[in-house]
């Protein structure tokens, strides 16, 4: 079936330190993949997404390329910040009109 | 602003009760759909409704019930059936049936038995 594999948290960095989540999916098809944020005690928001093969999704210094091959959708950012704490789902949208699958989350503390 | 409203932020209930959960949105979305999430897990889908007076059942819709009479409302109901109510619920909308936009969140509702 398809599913949704993420790094297992907590990922602990100090601030400006270079952060990769990892996230590789099981799917049948060609899923568009997603990465979802949720701080604390709020729903999620939308971070990026990309909808086919090589895409590159980017937004809020965070990216991630959609890599076929290795069926992977690493999140990366260049530097984090405290205020990036929060805990980040990747998702994958399969059989176009059907319904998310997501990842269990990862959470991110981001120290001073 | 648009968005998705959920209400109330928590609720309790107690034994053998029901419970509804509000969700509102002024996004003019079509679909619109309710989430279960539980500690160190991925959200799970209970219903989710494409268009007005239509829905269908997600992963784990025992113990649940909804309607969508108004295009902006989509109440969730936590029924007596369900066994294990206690966790953090999630609304969301998008703009078309295929999600391939991405979803709006809500807030969350945090439900406790007690």
């Known amino acids: 079936g398809n599913s949704v594999t993420q790094m297992e948290g907590p990922v602990t960095l100090s601030e400006e330190a270079f952060l990769t989540i990892n996230c590789t999916y099981t799917?049948?098809?060609?899923?568009?993949l997603f990465w979802y944020v949720q701080y604390p005690g709020e729903g999620l928001q939308l971070l990026l997404k990309a909808t086919k093969a090589d895409d590159k999704g980017s937004n809020k210094g965070f990216e991630a390329t959609y890599r076929k091959e290795t069926t992977s959708f690493h999140l990366e950012k260049g530097s984090v910040q405290v205020s990036d704490s929060a805990v980040y789902f990747c998702a994958l949208l399969y059989n176009y009109g059907q319904n998310f699958v997501f990842g269990p989350g990862t959470r991110l503390s981001v120290l001073p | 602003d648009g968005g998705i409203t959920q209400s109330p932020k928590y609720l309790f209930r107690k034994e053998g009760q029901n419970v509804t959960l509000s969700c509102e949105q002024n996004l003019n979305h079509d679909a619109m759909y309710w989430y279960r999430q539980d500690p160190g897990q991925g959200l799970r889908l209970i219903y989710y409704s494409q268009i007005v007076n239509d829905f269908q059942k997600g992963d784990i819709a025992e113990g649940y019930s909804v309607s969508r009479e108004k295009k902006e409302s989509f109440p969730l109901t936590v029924t007596s059936a369900q066994k294990n109510p206690t966790a953090f619920y999630l609304c969301?909308?998008?703009?078309?049936?295929?999600?391939?936009?991405?979803?709006?969140f809500g807030s969350g509702t945090r439900l406790t038995v007690v």
């Open positions: 969301a909308s998008s703009i078309e049936q295929s999600g391939n936009y991405g979803y709006t």
């Open positions: 799917a049948t098809g060609y899923p568009s």
